[in-house]
């Protein structure tokens, strides 16, 4: 019990000292209401700043970097529409129902995590349901996500958790041992924002620390996940941050089709369709009909890799979407579609997904960090990289 007692304590001034808080100095990170939460995340998350570790609580200062090191651009902190309505209220909507699906661990992920030395403070910027929160028992957690519902989950499950900004997080600047970003900044929809992202890990970590990313890949192992997927008809610009829905490409040129949930992969992020492969007979002789088929599946597989945008359903099952009013409103609000057949809300999610060596080239701007791994697994790019300055 004093073990537990002490474990705690020390979780708790790590906690504090992250956020700059005198160590006498008592915070309620997690109300049970999200109440506390919200407003500490408006008052503080909101324009990168936090409070000084010598300094009266109340009082705050700047940890903006550099302009050269830090993208600092109004619009880069502002959220553009198609994240707030295609990525924050989908994710609102169907916590409860996505947190049941995320429970397996990556294994390299978990292999990231296993390899820090004891006593290490990891941070996880879009910790979800905070699965990974915790995972090295020698190490000490805490989280941050922009849903308000996934942060609640982490909460009442005993995580040291807050909401919080990818783009503006409300941490120290140096503060961490190691910090993650598992599936995130594919949900970013403008490169400034995603760079800046990245500079926000690298930011809150040590020298010598490590971050690890991972984001969806254009090159999916299995292609025919594509073809379930919505592209979006033109790519939208850090400029467009006002009011509107994005246009879709007409759904007559392509069907919008469930991803089941339930068919978690054990080792990725992503979830996997089974497929069964018919076997045919080889003809010694060629066939036309089959050489022209050849081509356009080849014209497709270029038409997929030129695509970067996209919207992935989530199909929300009509008895789960009854736990929340969030899917009645969103019916209302055209954000959500029923599907009578499948017997679920349909929620579209936006993704932007990665080229191989995009990943990289947001980096080749950091002028403190270099990777030291790179890495293409289960249809993700992923790269960890060591904060040098």
Known sequence: MVHNFLTSSRLLNQFKKALGLPISYSLCICDSKLHSMKNMNAEVASSLYTFSSNAEPGSIDSVSGSENSYTSSVS????PEIEKKYVHNVY?????????????KWPKVASFLSSLPAGSLILDAGCGNGKYLGFNRDCFFIGCDISPPLIKICADRGHEVLVADAVNLPYRTDFGDAAMSIAVLHHLSTENRRRKAIEELV?????????????WAVEQEDKSLISKWTPLAERYVEEWIGPGSPRARSPSSITLESIP???????????????????????ETP???????????????????????????????????????????????????????????????????????????????????????????????????????
């Open 261 to 283: 949930e339930c068919e978690l992969s054990g080792s990725g992020e992503q979830l996997e369709v089974s497929q069964e492969h018919s076997t045919e007979d080889i003809q």
């Open 76 to 79: 880069v902190k502002s959220t």
């Open 203 to 215: 930011r809150v970590v040590k020298r010598g620390g490590f971050v690890l990313i991972t984001v």
């Open 92 to 104: 609102d909507a169907i916590a409860p129902h996505f947190s049941s699906t995320r429970f397996a």
């Open 287 to 389: 066939d036309l009909t089959n050489q022209n088929q050849n081509v356009l599946d080849v014209e497709d597989d270029k038409n997929m890799n030129n695509k970067q945008e996209y919207f992935v359903p989530w199909h929300l099952p009509y008895h789960r979407a009854e736990i929340s009013g969030a899917s009645a409103h969103a019916l209302a609000t055209g954000l959500a579609t029923k599907d009578d057949k499948k017997g679920a809300v349909v929620y579209n999610r936006y993704y932007h997904v990665f080229r191989e060596g995009e990943l990289e080239r947001l980096i080749s701007g950091i002028n403190n960090a270099k990777v030291v791994e790179r890495f293409y697994d289960k249809s993700n790019w992923c790269i960890i990289l060591e904060k040098t300055l």
